[in-house]
């Protein structure tokens, strides 16, 4: 089996990709470096999140966005909305790392945005306490699993499909996608 390669898509008023797909971690870094660097004041998150799936919607193997950010939007063109449908038709998971604050108040709307976002494609949302919620990413990524099944219904309607997975052993807590799109 191939090692994992990793693309960065850094965000401001626009989403661009810092670096390619690539499983050089040193240049990952390099670019992480370049990106984190830079004080932003704009954020596009819903440009990103839908530049990030574009970027991955070709690719096989597991697609995953590792979205570090208070999810606060300000800059984008799209909408969540439109944003989530692209996530969603190109399979992706989002793990979300938030560097917002969760227990204020009134709450930060970005916090919930996040961990919304995570839950909704199956993937998991961590509050940012300091970096070895990167070691808990890492772990949850390693215990995942992937199904694959294979609808009964043969439409092609363009219609977001909910599903539902459940276990036998109630002892187990299982996380996936609220749906999806089926493939035209």
């Known amino acids: 089996m191939g090692r994992d390669k990793i693309?960065?898509?850094?965000f401001d008023a626009l989403a661009?990709?810092?670096?390619?797909?690539?499983?050089?971690f040193a240049q990952l870094i390099q670019a992480i470096n370049g990106t984190v660097s830079q004080p932003y004041g704009?954020?596009?998150?819903?440009?990103?999140?839908?530049?990030?799936?574009?970027?991955?919607?070709?690719r096989q193997g597991r697609r995953?966005?590792?979205?570090?950010?208070?999810g606060e939007d300000n800059a984008s063109?799209?909408?969540?909305?439109?944003?989530?449908?692209?996530?969603h038709k190109s399979d992706v998971q989002i793990v979300a790392i938030s560097t917002g604050r969760r227990f204020t108040s009134p709450p930060n709307r970005g916090t919930e945005i996040l961990e919304r976002i995570s839950e909704e494609t199956g993937g998991r949302w961590f509050a940012f306490n300091d970096l070895k919620q990167f070691e808990k990413v890492r772990r949850?990524?390693?215990?995942?699993?992937t199904i694959h099944y294979r609808s009964t219904?043969?439409?092609?309607?363009?219609?977001?499909?909910?599903?539902?997975?459940?276990?036998v052993n109630k002892a187990y807590r299982i996380r996936h996608r609220a749906g999806y799109y089926p493939v035209w």
């Open 16 to 24: 661009a990709v810092d670096q390619d797909f690539t499983d050089n």
């Open 42 to 58: 704009a954020t596009a998150l819903h440009d990103a999140l839908s530049k990030a799936s574009t970027l991955l919607a070709g």
């Open 7 to 10: 693309a960065l898509i850094g």
């Open 64 to 70: 995953l966005i590792l979205l570090v950010g208070d």
């Open 153 to 167: 219904n043969s439409k092609l309607d363009g219609k977001f499909r909910k599903i539902r997975v459940e276990s």
């Open 77 to 87: 063109r799209l909408s969540l909305e439109d944003a989530m449908k692209a996530v």
């Open 140 to 145: 949850e990524l390693d215990a995942q699993y």
